[in-house]
């Protein structure tokens, strides 16, 4: 059985998710034939204060590049 676990910022709408958890589960099943019912996927939002690389958290990096726009 397998178990898909995918952490991301948080900030895309239900449909994103939604289509994100159907092209894994396809991906699966195509990869490695496993039947679509016994794949488990799991997705985490994390907030973009929460989540950070280099010591810079997303929302920094973000507010960052937003800064640097004409």
Do not use: F
Not at 51 to 67: F, K, L, P, Y
Request: glycine letters at 8%.
């Amino acid at each position: 059985m397998p178990l898909i676990d995918v952490s991301l910022g948080s900030g895309r709408t239900p449909e994103q998710i939604r289509r994100l958890i159907t092209e894994l589960t396809e991906a699966t099943h195509h990869a490695i034939g496993a039947p679509l019912a016994n794949i488990r996927v799991i997705v985490r939002e994390v907030d973009p204060n929460l989540w950070a690389a280099g010591g810079v958290t997303i929302a920094e990096r973000q507010a960052s590049t937003e800064r640097e726009k004409p």
